[in-house]
């Protein structure tokens, strides 16, 4: 979208492309160096926060035993067991880091695409003989997928730095690692909010305490269900024209398909089919189920 952007703007193709290229090498850039050094840090005081969460279970078990509840030791630990939870955390971190490395791979195909993208359309102008309807489907597509990239992106960095500020405010370390997560993770539909969360909440329980750790969990409520319910339905309008159950299943299949980035993806990949299927008679019956 930004390419089309200063393109409309007067720009040279060439300078808006080196322009556009510039910045998403600087975005991925600013977020290895934020992402990386946080992780490094969360990971060497790791053994300090399940020794942390230890004391506090344990402490907890002590206090039921106190109000006449009695927990069998094993089976506490079984389902509160500090290192499982807090290597959970750790777990998450890592694969945010995969997923990183996998999007300097797709940073590199959105070069080339930028590369073609400017004879694309003479290309098929060539080579087909009705070029029109297909140029139009082609134009459906892209301005879905810009105006859905472009409304998404926007509430996801409305959402991290909501995030980072009320992280920050309650005293919970790496805010700014917290906020990139619920950036990212926005993009991922139905569940990204909850993995989001997750390891923020534990932190804040080891770090700060359970109350501290309540209002972290009230915080991501509040937040996800103000951007996702009320500020993104109003800039997204009719929605994104699939249901809730294509959007699960889509984000499974292409999860499977092609790993974490596949989750990011799952929602343009789908909208993408939907359009292509909607395109030809014979296929119309199909992309109406996948239709909200």
């Known amino acids: 979208p930004i390419l089309f952007m200063l393109r409309q703007r007067g720009l040279p193709g060439w300078l808006a492309m080196l322009l556009v290229i510039a910045l998403i090498i600087g975005i991925g850039a600013v977020l290895a160096w934020l992402v990386g050094g946080a992780v490094n840090d969360f990971s060497s005081n790791l053994p300090k926060y399940q020794a942390s969460l230890a004391q506090q279970t344990s402490g907890f078990s002590a206090w039921l035993t106190a109000q006449g509840v009695q927990v069998d030791p094993a089976t506490f630990s079984t389902y509160l067991d500090p290192g499982k939870a807090m290597g959970m955390a750790a777990k998450l971190l890592s694969a945010l880091g995969g997923v990183l490395t996998q999007a300097v791979f797709i940073l590199i ?7 073609e993208a400017a004879g694309f359309r003479e290309k098929l102008r060539s ?6 309807s297909a140029l139009e489907h082609i134009d459906t597509i892209t301005d879905n997928i810009k105006r859905y990239m472009m409304i998404k992106t926007t509430t996801s960095l409305l959402t991290g730095a909501l995030v980072s500020l009320w992280l920050m405010f309650l005293g919970v370390d790496y805010p700014m690692l917290w906020g990139i997560v619920a950036f990212l993770f926005n993009y991922v539909p139905n569940i990204g909010s909850i ?5 923020a909440v534990l932190l804040a329980l080891v770090q700060l305490g359970p109350m501290d750790a309540l209002w972290v969990m009230l915080g991501y409520l509040l937040i996800n269900n103000l951007v996702g319910n009320v500020i993104e339905p109003r800039f997204m309008g009719k929605g994104l024209g699939l249901s809730p159950l294509v959007v699960f299943v889509s984000l499974v299949f292409w999860g499977w398909v092609l790993g974490p ?5 799952s929602v343009p990949l789908t909208m993408v089919l939907k359009i292509v299927l909607a395109s030809r008679l014979e296929t119309q019956l199909a992309a109406e189920l996948l239709g909200s």
């Open 261 to 265: 980035v596949g989750m990011f993806l």
């Open 109 to 115: 195909t959105v070069i080339f695409i930028l590369v």
């Open 127 to 132: 080579v087909l003989q009705r070029p029109e």
């Open 195 to 199: 993995i989001a969360a997750v390891p």
